[in-house]
């Protein structure tokens, strides 16, 4: 090890101020970085490692917070002492940084050049000319394909991973010495995220800086980073290099990150099961209008002609990137979305149904949705929120009734039903999935559509929530219809798979002969990505 | 478990149901008068901790609520009395005069004559201003010959002795001294009715009005912006065009228009301009509806089953609230205002009707008596001073970003 280290954090900690209040979210983290290396910090969310990257570069949100000790050593500056003006000239050209989410990171209203060649311009490019060969350059680098088209494109015309890419080619433009990435990757499609973190690991490699790369991923970590820190209610409780962090893990938590992997088997395929529902050649077409009139030229097909069945007991897994129609999918299946094609449901035809015929189903049939902080209203106290559905599928019952059923709902997703009158900020989000799936339950449906239901949560509590559904099934013999793009938690639940791209079945069958042996190349590029994180070169993927 | 413990890892204990165990449904919490989600107790507290807005707040109330009781604190009639052994309230009922030996259809409880015979059999309790909105004080006093005062009479404290000794006094000597004269705390208005009480009926029918005004445009604004954002479509397109050309509407002078057709009157008036200022909040509803019918949990009680009505009641509406409650005291200070212009312009209520705007009016037309025209100004400005601040406390109560220190 050199004498002085890249970047020297010593003894940091980050305070938080709401009223009167203080929280601690850090807590006296010290961790060093040499020049070329990869730091991981992992934890999960709420553990501090986000505050500690952004105090960094002092982009918290002073003067809401503090940090009562600490100091963070950049280059042998403390950067905590640092006046503005030395900060902004840090900021963008010696350290820089990507955060999660592409879309709201990059300027809506400025094209892609303007905002590449701002962060040249801001520390020293000039010349029209020579910027914009810079940027060309720049997104080359990053992999964007006939860069000189893509100058003029605005975000939104930019697919997830190419903004991500965007993003990065910014974070580059003036070559930085520290590159701190924020989970990069975990808004992104599976497929996508192998990209880009191959694209990470070769700029690093190529340019030579150090990276502290943020994630709850322990997969990634494995595959990017040469040491690792991990995090637990904002402090460090172990350290190392990545190899033996990863064989003689230490420390209680990080041997329970460890083996917080969805594991479990499905039942397996079962076709003499009674059927649930059918859907038969499903087509959700959007029309596209266009001109005064408002006349239709054309569809966008989101589901093209999907045939599902889904039967008792058994989960159906659908499987794709974002994009193909997953969604789309079950929300036409619960007859929440205009569709056409015959839908079966408990022997009956529902396609046709009208909203008020349709009511007396809906018990039979519910979801759940990926995010837990969008899907339960913040005004309302658990118990009101999982006997919604209660009080219009089953009015008869005495307001005691109705929370007996609520605290049985809430005692059967593991949940403690003397929590039932407190509202869902309180509650962690693998919690709020809980409470999400008792709303669910609370109906005694026989048919679940799980959306991405772990897709927002912490790898250890997604593995909580896959043991608990698959519990749930067993118990009460339910039908789901499982969407996700991470094929490691389908593989702990799905017992058949459909695989859809563009609205189209690509590949259906059982679980067990699709995981075994993919046949398209489609598939098997998602499973590369999902199980090894290897990016996928032959362009059956999206970008 | 301990909620607030974000381990995630620490095993959940799993209470299993067991169906014929005792109830797991916990007791009712102690349900209190007010019955606050926490967010709405944070709101709450953040109002509190916004001083100006908070005082505000409870000067209007005060000035308000005393408003309300506009009979018992400035008439012309004693709020009870006592009369051969019989309890009368003067306030409430209309007692002819011959009850007390006159023969007018309504007493004047003012006469010396009437207020000698009911002090010599029983007694009589005043409100402490002895004067009604359209009380005249005759008892003014009048001045020299060479220095005549009359109506509008400045406020009695700027009389000197000399000059209240050509006034009477309530029973109808000369007086000694300003002492011994009815005080007009703030002067009388060109017709010598007090100012004290023309502005305490005035403030109230300002505001009575702003309120009424403001609650049911509201009303209507929230309803059709629900309707449109909800459901969209053909109906939000037409909708929205019809308020674009409605909006555009040369507002007051339609209003002048219909003012000078119609009888004026306080519904009347509230009906006219109830015409265009539904349409302040319909654009910031609609807003919030279109925004919040693709949360998830919307969709989520779609699933459930809940009917159009339910879902917007339940949970549409309370997101609509916090736009419309913050903006609410600016629509209130609005509608007072729009009062206020009319009654200025002699459009307004009808004539003889305390109003602030007419007390401006007044304070126009007698610009040698700036007690008119003063009193009328910082009554209005000290009103739209204490909405705007407790607009602005709620408003960044709702704010969620705000962070307070």
């Not at chain 1, 020579?130 to 975000?155: C, K, M, Q």
């Not at chain 1, 058994?314 to 569709?339: C, D, F, H, N, P």
């Not at chain 1, 067990?512 to 046949?519: D, G, N």
């Not at chain 2, 408003?395 to 307070?404: G, L, M, P």
Request: charged residues 20%; hydrophobic residues 45%; aromatic residues 8%.
């Amino acid at each position: 090890m050199s004498a002085e280290p890249l970047l020297d954090v010593r003894n940091l900690s980050v305070a938080f101020r709401s009223g009167q209040n203080e929280t601690l979210a850090v807590d006296g983290v010290s961790f060093r970085l040499e020049r070329g290396r990869t730091l991981a910090l992992v934890g999960e969310s709420g553990s501090g490692k986000s505050a500690t990257a952004l105090s960094i570069v002092r982009l918290l949100p002073y003067p809401a917070a503090l940090h009562p000790s600490g100091e963070i050593l950049f280059k042998g500056d403390d950067l905590l002492k640092a006046n503005a003006a030395k900060l902004q000239s840090v900021r963008g050209a010696d350290i820089t940084m990507v955060f999660q989410e592409p879309m709201t990171s990059l300027n809506p209203l400025h094209t892609v050049e303007r905002q590449i060649a701002e962060m040249l311009r801001l520390h020293g490019a000039r010349g029209a000319a020579a910027v914009r060969a810079l940027v060309i350059a720049l997104l080359e680098e990053v992999g964007i394909p006939s860069p000189e088209t893509r100058l003029d494109s605005y975000p939104h015309q930019l697919s997830g991973g190419q903004r991500q890419r965007v993003m990065i080619a910014m974070a580059l433009a003036n070559r930085p010495d520290l590159f701190i990435a924020d989970e990069p990757t975990t808004a992104l499609d599976v497929t996508v995220q192998a990209q880009i973190l191959k694209l990470l690991k070769d700029l690093q490699a190529k340019l030579g800086m150090a990276m502290l790369f943020i994630t709850h991923d322990l997969g990634i970590v494995r595959r990017i980073a040469d040491e690792v820190a991990v995090m637990q209610r904002g402090k460090i409780v172990e350290a190392g290099p990545v190899g033996s962090v990863f064989e003689r893990p230490q420390h209680r938590y990080t041997r329970a990150l460890l083996a917080a992997e969805p594991k479990g088997a499905p039942p397996p395929a079962d076709a003499t099961a009674p059927t649930v529902v059918t859907a038969d050649n499903l087509r959700v077409w959007f029309p596209i209008k266009r001109g005064f009139l408002r006349r239709t030229v054309g569809y966008i097909k989101a589901v093209d002609g999907v045939s599902v069945t889904v039967r008792e007991g058994q989960t159906l897994g659908v499987v794709g990137e974002s994009g193909s129609g997953k969604t789309t999918l079950a929300l036409a299946i619960l007859r929440l979305i205009r569709s056409q094609g015959p839908i079966v449901f408990l022997g009956q035809r529902v396609d046709g149904l009208r909203w008020k015929a349709m009511r007396p189903l809906r018990r039979d049939m519910q979801i759940v949705f990926q995010d837990p902080y969008g899907s339960l209203s913040p005004r309302l106290s658990v118990a009101e929120i999982v006997e919604e559905g209660l009080s219009v599928q089953n009015r008869g019952l005495s307001y005691a009734a109705r929370r007996e059923v609520v605290a049985r709902a809430l005692a059967d997703t593991g949940l403690d039903p003397r929590d039932m009158d407190r509202y869902p900020h309180e509650f962690s989000g693998g919690q709020r999935q809980r409470i999400a799936v008792a709303r669910a339950m609370a109906l005694e449906p026989k048919f679940v559509v799980l959306d991405e239901p772990t897709s927002a949560l912490d790898m250890s509590v997604q593995a909580q929530i896959v043991d608990l559904l698959r519990d749930l099934q067993k118990r009460h013999g339910l039908a789901y219809l499982f969407i996700s793009h991470d094929l490691k938690v389908v593989r702990a639940l799905a017992s058949d798979i459909i695989v859809l791209r563009q609205g189209k079945i690509v590949e259906a069958g059982t679980a067990a002969e699709i995981f075994h042996e993919p046949r398209t190349d489609y598939t098997k590029a998602l499973f590369s990505a999902a199980f090894r994180l290897e990016a996928d070169v032959s362009g059956v993927v999206s970008q | 478990m301990t909620v607030t413990s974000r381990t995630g890892l620490a095993p959940e204990p799993a209470v299993l149901p067991a169906p014929d165990r005792a109830p797991l449904a916990p007791p009712l919490p102690h349900k209190r008068l007010l019955n606050l989600s926490p967010i709405n107790q944070r709101r709450l507290a953040n109002f509190k901790r916004n001083k100006r807005g908070y005082w505000s707040f409870w000067i209007f109330m005060v000035l308000f609520v005393a408003s309300l009781f506009a009979e018992f604190i400035a008439n012309d009639r004693p709020i009870i009395a006592s009369y051969k052994g019989e309890i009368l309230f003067p306030v409430f009922v209309d007692y002819p005069e011959d009850k007390f030996g006159g023969f007018l259809a309504q007493t004047d409880y003012r006469d010396p004559f009437v207020a000698d015979e009911i002090n010599a059999h029983g007694w009589m309790i005043w409100p402490p201003v002895r004067f009604s909105y359209n009380t005249i004080n005759r008892d003014l006093p009048q001045g020299t010959a060479e220095k005549k005062l009359g109506a509008p009479a400045a406020p009695t404290w700027l009389l000197t002795d000399e000059e209240c000794r050509t006034g009477r006094t309530p029973d109808g000597k000369t007086p000694g001294s300003c002492r011994d004269i009815e005080w007009n705390w703030l002067g009388t208005d060109d017709q010598a009715r007090d100012l004290v009480a023309r502005l305490i009926y005035g403030f109230r029918i300002s505001v009575l009005f702003g309120l009424i005004l403001a609650g049911i445009s509201s009303m209507i604004g929230v309803a059709a912006g629900a309707v449109q954002g909800y459901f969209g479509g053909w109906l939000d397109l037409i909708f929205q065009r019809f308020i674009e050309i409605w909006s555009s509407l040369p507002q007051l002078y339609i209003l002048i228009i219909l003012a000078g057709i119609l009888v004026p009157g306080f519904f009347m008036l509230l009906g006219i301009m109830l015409l265009f200022s539904w349409v302040t909040l319909v654009h910031l509803v609609r807003a919030e509806f279109l925004r919040a019918r693709n949360f998830e949990y919307v969709t989520a009680a779609r699933a459930l089953g809940l009917s159009n009505a339910k879902i917007i009641f339940k949970h549409l509406l309370p997101n609509a609230m916090v736009a419309t409650l913050t903006f609410l005291p600016f629509v209130l200070n609005g509608s007072i205002e729009t009062l206020t212009a009319l009654d200025y312009l002699g459009l307004g209520m009808p004539p003889g009707s305390a109003s602030l705007g007419e007390i401006l009016l007044q304070g126009k037309t007698n610009l040698q008596a700036p007690w008119l025209g003063l009193t009328g100004f910082f009554t209005i400005a000290i009103l739209l001073s204490l909405m705007v601040f407790i607009g602005e406390a709620a408003r960044d109560a709702f704010d969620q970003r705000k962070i307070y220190r």
